[in-house]
């Protein structure tokens, strides 16, 4: 998966997710189909809780979860 390594990346901070940065991750994904979640140290404990409110605010898909990085995928509407 070559494209997943030029994929945007977003970084998630302390802050974690709001509408926010779901909103943005949507625009994002819109004319990236793939991007990189990278998630700070102080919220990668709650990752998993975060990830899922991402994929399901967006209606992406996860694709692969390493150390603090997530990369979701949507198939792009024309």
Do not use: C, H, W
């Not at 977003?10 to 709001?18: D, E, L, Q, Y």
């Not at 625009?27 to 709650?46: D, E, G, M, T, W």
């Not at 975060?50 to 509407?77: F, H, M, P």
Request: glycine content about 6%; hydrophobic content about 40%; cysteine-free.
């Amino acid at each position: 998966m070559n494209e997943a390594r030029s994929a945007m990346t977003i970084n998630i901070g302390k802050a974690g997710v709001n509408d926010n940065v779901i909103e943005e991750i949507k625009r994002q994904l819109k004319s990236n189909p793939i991007i990189k979640l990278r998630f700070a140290k102080n919220v990668a404990r709650n990752k998993d809780d975060l990830i899922s409110s991402i994929v399901e605010g967006t209606k992406a898909q996860l694709i692969d979860v390493r150390g603090n990085v997530a990369v979701i995928y949507k198939k792009q509407s024309n």
